[in-house]
Nanobody, 127 residues
Framework: YLEESGGGLVQPGGSLRLSCVYSGNRFSLFDMAWYRQAPGKQRELVVVVKRSGSDSSTYYGDFVKGRFTMSSDGAKNAMYLQMNNLKPGDTAVYYC????????????????????WGQGTQITVSS
């Protein structure tokens, strides 16, 4: 249902762009997010776009600090995560996730609230 691509090894300060293609009826999907999970750590929210009718709101994790940008292309059934100025602390498996029901704002950062997940793509930031 969801498939990520674009991970790999990058040097500190470098950039990567992740893609997530979703199949099925995209209009049945609501909130769309990128999460990441580093070894030994809990899965954490990178960014989420919360849809509300024709409007949407984007929320980024505090650690992003303007380095990452989420976008989407409805015609391609895809969403993207552009990551710039990558740091070793960004090393993790990155996942895209979506919901079939709108989440309350306070529930956006809880992974268990997302019903659909990709398989994940590894990003390693190292010199």
């Amino acid at each position: 249902y969801l498939e990520e691509s674009g991970g790999g090894l990058v040097q500190p300060g470098g950039s990567l762009r992740l893609s997530c293609v979703y199949s099925g009826n995209r209009f049945s999907l609501f909130d769309m997010a990128w999460y990441r999970q580093a070894p030994g750590k809990q899965r954490e929210l990178v960014v989420v776009v919360k849809r509300s009718g024709s409007d949407s709101s984007t929320y980024y994790g505090d650690f992003v600090k303007g380095r990452f940008t989420m976008s989407s292309d409805g015609a391609k059934n895809a969403m993207y995560l552009q990551m710039n100025n990558l740091k070793p602390g960004d090393t993790a498996v990155y996942y895209c996730a979506t919901t079939q029901f709108p989440l309350a704002t306070q529930d956006l950062s809880t992974p268990n609230n997302y019903g659909f997940w990709g398989q994940g793509t590894q990003i390693t930031v190292s010199s």
